[in-house]
């Protein structure tokens, strides 16, 4: 007996002990997916997606409404009430529209022949009967055509934001029109479908759209074959942003479809197999007999065997989709975890936990399990020992999202270099804006080189670095974008109907320090010196009377007329940004440029006058210069590391008084709560860096120059298994600015810490006044 009450005993102080420890919180819950989907032109889009994606995978399934347009370049607008399908790759935050490949669209009306033989018959009718108004959304009759030919009209569904929901990993939605519950869930490879049909019907339907398309990506090539009861392969090639894409995919039902049919873009070709540029195919259910349709789709851009061993990495869970849900959630936790912040304020953590999930879906997974992908020559390459990323937005990326990956993911972080230098291999230049295997041409400079200088210096990553000094040394002297007459005339000359060519002279001098820095890391001395020499080209620009960079003809002589205010796309000076923005872009040699505008005094009052002018910017389609203040725009990149220059010249309280008038006034928990593209995570990574209180305003020198903290703590646990923590003591509403620093207990005695101090784990003790 005494035995028995002695096992009774231990048993419930065992219970009692672990009933007594805390679950691990659920940060996903704080995670909102709308945040960036919504806004205007005027006021800035995010041009983020509400669907479900894995941190870094290869699909990103995802609603589309079926429009084309600078407020869909992720194939979704919270401003709309109309889905068009769900696909299964998307941009995010990008500033140009492509992708929404493999789109289906489940229905319970007829599927009638005229209707995807002769879309434009019925396409004037469906738009009156749902109140579309094509000319609110697009700028030009071509336009609304494309939106008639490329588009299903008959099929498309009305939904209401009361029925939609998102998290990481997880999308719902109810199409109102046939009353059919939508759920889209993710693998790392892999998506899945579960469609509810709530309406009896002779027939629930899914219609696989091959011809879909929004903004840039037209159809040219397009395939299905039936291989088994349930099972399909195919394969969808288009011609968009950049070059060619190709999306491989294979698809399993559940259920065996009662009726199976493709149609072309002209004409019904049967029930086993078809090729064209359009392929529509239509798979039908027993209504009576089965109400759900649950589905998965495996995809590659290599082929379509690798498209099939994508599938089969999750054999394991049949057609389980709450445990592919449940499994993925986790795996978001685990992520978002890292970063443990400590508030009473739920909204904040909401902002910042979606800012983190936001900075860890971009770049994409390319290579398939196989280790295949789509090089760059267009031919099947594969990445041997490392995983190759694709969607690299390395003018945005460059200045917080790569920094912050390099401390939290370097395993990743040196898969992104392997997968720019095989690139290199491939083709002779590094990816300036990397698209799916190909070169997007986007944006100016050649911003591979701080990324690849970043890891070279603070010594991440087991990739060639003699090969990469080699890329970075070829990609400095390939001529684009104004790149031969830098080299020429020590600038890019306003007079040579050159877009931006201030902008490019500034950011071809930072890609030059750079490349010296990594080329003193690996001591060649001669190329440091070739390339500091380079470093200072900017100052060519600089116009000491208005104390502004400024465009200068190839006489030596300024451009006129010149206006600091005008910003208009296109301009011969400026890139999305004007010379009050662009001026204070020289992060290689700020205390240089604080010479240059009048030393500690009269940078003050430029950086005053920067944030206090009226906010008007001169000029047409400016609509990238957003979120502003003053003439400051944090809607755009170029000025992300501006409001910690004040810490140079020791107003420190200023940097923080902006810093959190950005905070507060520019990112919001709601659908329109970013001031501007979200860029693949740059402005997120921007908020994440910020409301920890420190920022790397210039990568590769290793600092974070401190700014005004958000949290009264945050946890950072890094991949080496340190930890690196920050406290806001006595921080409040009131509270927001920084009385006195602490690191590792003992005063600061400049305004940043170093990459050292992050990696190496420690505290970082802010004391906060009013």
């Given at each position: 007996?005494?035995?028995?009450?002695?096992?009774?005993?231990?048993?419930?102080?065992?219970?009692?002990?672990?009933?007594?420890?805390?679950?691990?919180?659920?940060?996903?819950?704080?995670?909102?997916?709308?945040?960036?989907?919504?806004?205007?032109?005027?006021?800035?889009?995010?041009?983020?997606?509400?669907?479900?994606?894995?941190?870094?995978?290869?699909?990103?399934?995802?609603?589309?409404?079926?429009?084309?347009?600078?407020?869909?370049?992720?194939?979704?607008?919270?401003?709309?009430?109309?889905?068009?399908?769900?696909?299964?790759?998307?941009?995010?935050?990008?500033?140009?529209?492509?992708?929404?490949?493999?789109?289906?669209?489940?229905?319970?009306?007829?599927?009638?022949?005229?209707?995807?033989?002769?879309?434009?018959?019925?396409?004037?009718?469906?738009?009156?009967?749902?109140?579309?108004?094509?000319?609110?959304?697009?700028?030009?009759?071509?336009?609304?055509?494309?939106?008639?030919?490329?588009?299903?009209?008959?099929?498309?569904?009305r939904f209401s934001h009361?029925?939609?929901?998102?998290?990481?990993?997880?999308?719902?939605?109810?199409?109102?029109?046939?009353?059919?519950?939508?759920?889209?869930?993710?693998?790392?490879?892999?998506?899945?479908?579960?469609?509810?049909?709530?309406?009896?019907?002779?027939?629930?339907?899914?219609?696989l759209d091959l011809g879909f398309s929004i903004n840039r990506g037209k159809p040219v090539k397009t395939f299905i074959e039936r291989t088994g009861d349930k099972s399909f392969i195919g394969y969808r090639f288009t011609d968009g942003w950049g070059g060619p894409k190709k999306v491989f995919f294979t698809l399993e039902f559940k259920n065996t479809p009662v009726d199976y049919r493709i149609f072309d873009a002209e004409k019904p070709v049967g029930d086993k197999s078809a090729e064209g540029n359009g392929i529509k195919a239509v798979f039908s259910f027993d209504g009576a007999k089965t109400k759900q349709i649950i589905f998965k789709v495996g995809i590659s851009s290599g082929s379509i065997k690798g498209a099939v061993a994508d599938l089969k990495t999750v054999e394991n869970y049949g057609f389980d989709f709450n445990k592919v849900k449940a499994d993925t959630r986790r795996k978001w936790n685990e992520e978002l975890s890292k970063v443990k912040v400590t508030s009473g304020n739920n909204t904040r953590k909401t902002i910042f936990y979606t800012a983190l999930y936001h900075s860890y879906l971009v770049p994409y997974r390319f290579s398939d399990v196989l280790g295949e992908y789509k090089g760059f020559n267009n031919t099947v390459e594969k990445a041997n020992g490392y995983v190759q990323y694709t969607v690299l937005s390395l003018w945005d990326t460059f200045r917080a999202l790569q920094p912050w990956l390099l401390i939290m993911k370097p395993h990743l972080y040196n898969d992104i270099v392997k997968s720019m230098l095989a690139k290199y291999k491939?083709?002779?230049?590094?990816?300036?804006?990397?698209?799916?295997?190909?070169?997007?041409?986007?944006?100016?400079?050649?911003?591979?080189?701080?990324?690849?200088?970043?890891?070279?210096?603070?010594?991440?990553?087991?990739?060639?670095?003699?090969?990469?000094?080699?890329?970075?040394?070829?990609?400095?002297?390939?001529?684009?974008?104004?790149?031969?007459?830098?080299?020429?005339?020590?600038?890019?000359?306003?007079?040579?109907?050159?877009?931006?060519?201030?902008?490019?002279?500034?950011?071809?001098?930072?890609?030059?320090?750079?490349?010296?820095?990594?080329?003193?890391?690996?001591?060649?001395?001669?190329?440091?010196?070739?390339?500091?020499?380079?470093?200072?080209?900017?100052?060519?620009?600089f116009d000491p009377e208005y104390?502004?960079?400024?465009?200068?003809?190839?006489?030596?002589?300024?451009?006129?007329?010149?206006?600091?205010?005008?910003?208009?796309?296109?301009?011969?000076?400026?890139?999305?940004?004007?010379?009050?923005?662009?001026?204070?872009?020289?992060?290689?040699?700020?205390?240089?440029?604080?010479?240059?505008?009048?030393?500690?005094?009269?940078?003050?009052?430029?950086?005053?006058?920067?944030?206090?002018?009226?906010?008007?910017?001169?000029?047409?389609?400016?609509?990238?210069?957003?979120?502003?203040?003053?003439?400051?725009?944090?809607?755009?990149?170029?000025?992300?590391?501006?409001?910690?220059?004040?810490?140079?010249?020791?107003?420190?309280?200023?940097?923080?008084?902006?810093?959190?008038?950005?905070?507060?006034?520019?990112?919001?928990?709601?659908p329109d709560g970013l001031c501007g593209n979200d860029d693949c995570g740059q402005m997120s990574a921007w908020y994440v860096f910020s409301s920890l209180g420190f920022y790397p305003v210039n990568p590769p020198d290793g600092k974070y120059y401190l700014g005004a903290p958000q949290f009264e703590k945050a946890m950072i646990s890094l991949p080496s298994g340190k930890t690196f923590t920050v406290t806001a003591k006595n921080i409040s509403g009131k509270n927001r600015y920084v009385k006195s620093v602490k690191l590792n207990g003992k005063p600061l005695e400049h305004p940043y810490i170093t990459y050292e101090n992050i990696v190496n784990g420690g505290i970082l003790e802010f004391d906060m006044e009013q």
């Open positions: 007996m005494q035995r028995i009450f002695l096992i009774i005993s231990v048993l419930s102080a065992f219970l009692l002990s672990n009933c007594s420890k805390k679950a691990p919180e659920d940060l996903t819950k704080y995670v909102d997916p709308f945040i960036g989907t919504g806004g205007s032109k005027e006021t800035g889009h995010g041009n983020t997606f509400p669907g479900a994606a894995y941190p870094f995978g290869m699909v990103q399934l995802s609603p589309d409404n079926g429009k084309s347009g600078p407020l869909y370049c992720s194939g979704y607008s919270y401003n709309d009430n109309i889905i068009a399908g769900f696909s299964h790759t998307h941009l995010s935050g990008t500033g140009a529209g492509d992708l929404a490949d493999i789109s289906f669209m489940p229905t319970i009306k007829p599927i009638k022949e005229e209707y995807f033989t002769q879309p434009d018959s019925f396409a004037n009718r469906f738009i009156k009967e749902h109140g579309i108004d094509l000319k609110k959304y697009y700028d030009s009759d071509e336009e609304d055509q494309k939106f008639k030919r490329n588009i299903l009209l008959e099929y498309l569904s009361e029925k939609e929901k998102a998290s990481p990993g997880y999308y719902y939605v109810n199409l109102t029109d046939d009353d059919i519950d939508v759920e889209l869930t993710v693998t790392e490879l892999t998506g899945w479908h579960r469609y509810t049909f709530n309406k009896p019907a002779k027939r629930n339907n899914v219609i491939q083709t002779g230049v590094l990816p300036y804006w990397e698209i799916m295997g190909n070169e997007g041409g986007s944006m100016i400079g050649y911003h591979a080189v701080p990324v690849i200088a970043d890891a070279i210096i603070k010594g991440v990553g087991d990739f060639d670095k003699e090969l990469a000094l080699k890329a970075m040394i070829d990609i400095s002297n390939h001529d684009r974008k104004g790149l031969g007459l830098y080299l020429k005339y020590h600038y890019v000359p306003a007079d040579t109907n050159q877009w931006g060519t201030v902008s490019e002279t500034l950011e071809f001098s930072y890609d030059d320090w750079c490349l010296a820095q990594a080329a003193k890391a690996m001591g060649k001395d001669d190329i440091y010196a070739e390339y500091m020499k380079r470093a200072k080209y900017y100052k060519n620009l104390r502004l960079m400024r465009g200068k003809n190839r006489d030596g002589s300024w451009y006129e007329p010149f206006d600091p205010r005008f910003g208009e796309y296109g301009n011969p000076h400026f890139v999305e940004a004007n010379a009050w923005q662009y001026s204070f872009f020289v992060p290689h040699d700020n205390e240089e440029l604080i010479k240059l505008m009048g030393g500690k005094n009269g940078f003050e009052i430029m950086m005053d006058s920067l944030f206090e002018q009226p906010s008007v910017i001169l000029g047409r389609w400016t609509e990238d210069i957003v979120g502003r203040i003053g003439q400051y725009a944090h809607g755009n990149e170029p000025d992300h590391h501006v409001p910690y220059l004040y810490d140079l010249i020791g107003k420190e309280r200023k940097a923080q008084f902006r810093i959190n008038q950005i905070v507060d006034s520019l990112y919001t928990a709601a």
